[in-house]
């Protein structure tokens, strides 16, 4: 069975700082893929971020990154120059071929951000 | 504008009243399913279907049931609510099994109180 491992319940960062939020996945599957997921107070869920397990380059969308270290089971997200609208929980999520469809979150972390 | 929507958004009922949730995608995506989130344990999968008439348990299944008699239309239907079914509910939809496609689109999400 697929599991994501989320280490930091809560984190502060200073705003205009990157700030890296941590992933561990364990999965049995040969090809899956690696979720961020933004959760703002409000309750929604933002797609942030994705990485297949075959990319070889660690994705980018705009102030977010992927930081995919394969070998090592991690998917951590970078946010570059943070900003008080970051202040939200955060998700990691996976998906595999053996999963149904079915993505996989992790508790989630906490971020602050103070001005 | 592409989206999935609930309804309703908030609910507060009582023990054993039937409950529906709507929720209704406007992508033609052929995948659709529900989770429910609960603090501390991240987003868990109750049901989902990988087109129309076709649905499986997920995770949590109990107490739940669905349809899929339109391919834009998901309905989780509550039975016999009981409190333990207090939680935030989402619904998500993507074009195949989600993963594969790199994203799930989520609804806003319904969050239900049962006393």
Redesign the interface.
Same mark, same amino acid.
């Given at each position: 069975a697929q599991k994501?491992t989320q280490t930091q319940p809560g984190m502060f960062v200073q705003e205009k700082e990157a700030v890296t939020l941590d992933c561990t996945y364990d999965t049995s599957d040969q090809s899956?893929?690696l979720?961020w997921?933004k959760q703002p107070s409000s309750?929604?869920?933002i797609?942030l971020i994705?990485q297949?397990s075959y990319d070889e380059q660690n994705a980018t969308e705009g102030r977010y990154s992927l930081n995919f270290q394969k070998a090592r089971k991690s998917a951590n997200l970078v946010i570059s120059a943070s900003q008080l609208g970051d202040s939200a929980m955060y998700?990691c999520?996976?998906?595999?071929n053996n999963?149904? =469809?079915?993505?996989i979150? =992790?508790?989630?972390t906490e971020l602050s951000v103070k001005p | 504008e592409a989206q999935v929507t609930q309804n309703p958004r908030y609910l507060i009922t009582v023990t054993g009243k039937k409950l529906t949730v709507t929720c209704s995608q406007n992508m033609n995506h052929e995948?659709m399913?529900w989770?429910r989130q609960d603090p501390? +344990?991240? +987003?868990?999968?109750i049901y989902?279907s990988?087109n129309v008439e076709v649905t499986?348990k997920?995770?949590v299944p109990e107490g739940y049931k669905v349809s899929r008699k339109e391919k834009r239309n998901f309905p989780l239907i509550l039975e016999s609510p009981s409190p333990n079914q207090t939680s +935030?509910y989402?619904c998500?939809s993507?074009r195949?099994?989600?993963?594969?496609q790199?994203?799930?689109?989520?609804g806003?999400?319904t969050?239900l109180t049962v006393t």
């Amino acid at each position: 069975a697929q599991k994501i491992t989320q280490t930091q319940p809560g984190m502060f960062v200073q705003e205009k700082e990157a700030v890296t939020l941590d992933c561990t996945y364990d999965t049995s599957d040969q090809s899956y893929g690696l979720f961020w997921y933004k959760q703002p107070s409000s309750g929604e869920m933002i797609f942030l971020i994705y990485q297949g397990s075959y990319d070889e380059q660690n994705a980018t969308e705009g102030r977010y990154s992927l930081n995919f270290q394969k070998a090592r089971k991690s998917a951590n997200l970078v946010i570059s120059a943070s900003q008080l609208g970051d202040s939200a929980m955060y998700f990691c999520a996976s998906g595999g071929n053996n999963q149904g =469809g079915k993505l996989i979150f =992790g508790q989630g972390t906490e971020l602050s951000v103070k001005p | 504008e592409a989206q999935v929507t609930q309804n309703p958004r908030y609910l507060i009922t009582v023990t054993g009243k039937k409950l529906t949730v709507t929720c209704s995608q406007n992508m033609n995506h052929e995948y659709m399913s529900w989770y429910r989130q609960d603090p501390g +344990l991240g +987003l868990r999968q109750i049901y989902y279907s990988m087109n129309v008439e076709v649905t499986d348990k997920g995770d949590v299944p109990e107490g739940y049931k669905v349809s899929r008699k339109e391919k834009r239309n998901f309905p989780l239907i509550l039975e016999s609510p009981s409190p333990n079914q207090t939680s +935030l509910y989402f619904c998500a939809s993507s074009r195949t099994s989600g993963w594969v496609q790199g994203e799930q689109y989520f609804g806003p999400g319904t969050r239900l109180t049962v006393t």
